[in-house]
C-alpha cells in the first residue's frame, strides 16, 4: 500500500515493502525520500517474535524493539540495538531475522533518528489509506459488483469523506477551543488545524524541560512537521511575542477543499483558448488515424448522447 503527500510534490512516500513497489518509485520518483510503514513492520517482527520467543519475553523483547525504532540519536540507536542483542542472545535466529531483514537495509527508512531528517508532516504509517481503503471495501461490500455498483460505492465514500473533511474546517475556523484561547495563539485562530494546534501544545510541555537550550530540544518536529519546536516557543514567551503565523508550514493552513470550475458561472467565465490552440497543435502534428480517434474522444464528452456505448441488456456475469 503506497501512501503519498501531494502537497510535498512527492518528496515522501511511505509504504509497505514491497519490493516490485520500491523499484518502481526509485525510477519514477528518484529524487523522493521513501519511507517505509512503521506499523507493518512492527507487525511483521511481532509475528516473528511470537515464533522464536517465549511467551513470557515477548513483551519485554518488543518493547525493547520499539526503543530501537523510536530512538532519537545515532548513539541512543546503538544503545537500544546493543541490549537487544544481549537479551536475545539466546534467540540469534531472531536478532538474524530482524538485522538482515529490517535494520541493516532499511533502518533509514523508519527509525526516528533518520525519519526525523525528512519532513513527513507525522506520517510515518501507511494507516491513512489502509484505513480508506477499508472504508471502500465495507462500501462495496461484494467482489461480484458490476461497474456501475462500484462506481456508486466509491463516489458515496469520497462525498461521505469530503463531507466529513469540510466539516472539521468549518468547525476549526468557527471555533477556538478553550486550551488554546491565550494571546500566545492569538495569531493562529481560526487559521491552523487543531492537529496542528495540539502538536504545538506538545511543544509546550517540553519547554518546561528545555527551556531554550537547542542541543536538548533537537527541533526535529521543525524538521518533520515544519512547526515550532521547544525553544523557538520559550524564547518567544520570554520577549512577551505571541506564535509568528509564518512560523507555520502552509500545509497546517489548509482550511479549504478547492474545486477547479466549482460552477456554471466559473465555467462562463473561463477561457478556453489555451485549450483550443493546444487541441489544434495535436491535430495539425498527428496523422489521420490520430486525428479521427481523438475527434471521436472529444465529441463523446462533448455530445455524450452520440456514444456507441450502452448498457448491456441484461445482467452479465462478471466472475
Given at each position: ?113 533518520w525519519t526525523n ?37 466509491v463516489n458515496m ?163
Amino acid at each position: 500500500m503506497l501512501f503519498k503527500f501531494e502537497s510535498l510534490i512527492s518528496k515522501v512516500i511511505v509504504t509497505d515493502r514491497d519490493l516490485a513497489m520500491m523499484n518502481a518509485i526509485s525510477v519514477v520518483f528518484p529524487t523522493s525520500i521513501h519511507l517505509l510503514c512503521r506499523f507493518h513492520i512492527e507487525k511483521n517482527v511481532g509475528a516473528r517474535c511470537k515464533q522464536y520467543v517465549k511467551k513470557d519475553r515477548q513483551e519485554e523483547v518488543m518493547d525493547l524493539w520499539k526503543k530501537i525504532v523510536y530512538s532519537t540519536s545515532v548513539e541512543e540507536y546503538d544503545h537500544h540495538l546493543q541490549q537487544f542483542e544481549i537479551l536475545c542472545a539466546d534467540i540469534i535466529l531472531f536478532v538474524d531475522y530482524v538485522k538482515d531483514s529490517w535494520l541493516t537495509p532499511y533502518k533509514e527508512r523508519f527509525v526516528n533518528v533518520w525519519t526525523n531528517r525528512v519532513m513527513h508532516l507525522g506520517n510515518t504509517t501507511s494507516n491513512r489509506v489502509e484505513s480508506a481503503h477499508w472504508r471502500l471495501k465495507n462500501m462495496l461490500q461484494t467482489s461480484f459488483g458490476d461497474l456501475c455498483k462500484s462506481w456508486d460505492a466509491v463516489n458515496m465514500m469520497l462525498k461521505n469523506q469530503i463531507c466529513i473533511i469540510q466539516s472539521s474546517f468549518q468547525k476549526t475556523i468557527k471555533d477556538v477551543e478553550h486550551e488554546y484561547n491565550s494571546q500566545f495563539f492569538q495569531n493562529l485562530h481560526h487559521c491552523v488545524s487543531r492537529k496542528c494546534m495540539k502538536e504545538i501544545d506538545k511543544q509546550l510541555e517540553r519547554v518546561k524541560i528545555v527551556d531554550t537550550n537547542k542541543t536538548e530540544c533537537d527541533c526535529s518536529i521543525r524538521t518533520t512537521h515544519g512547526l515550532s519546536c521547544a525553544c523557538e516557543l520559550a524564547k518567544w514567551q520570554i520577549y512577551g511575542n505571541v506564535i509568528p503565523l509564518d512560523s507555520i508550514h502552509d500545509f497546517w493552513k489548509q482550511l479549504s477543499i478547492a474545486h477547479e470550475l466549482e460552477d456554471e458561472e466559473s465555467l462562463s467565465d473561463y477561457d478556453f483558448s489555451e485549450e483550443l490552440e493546444a487541441m489544434k497543435a495535436y491535430m495539425k502534428k498527428h496523422n489521420i488515424i490520430s486525428q479521427r480517434i481523438f475527434k471521436a474522444k472529444v465529441r463523446e464528452v462533448v455530445f455524450p448522447h452520440t456514444t456507441s456505448i450502452i448498457a448491456p441488456p441484461k445482467k452479465v456475469r462478471t466472475k
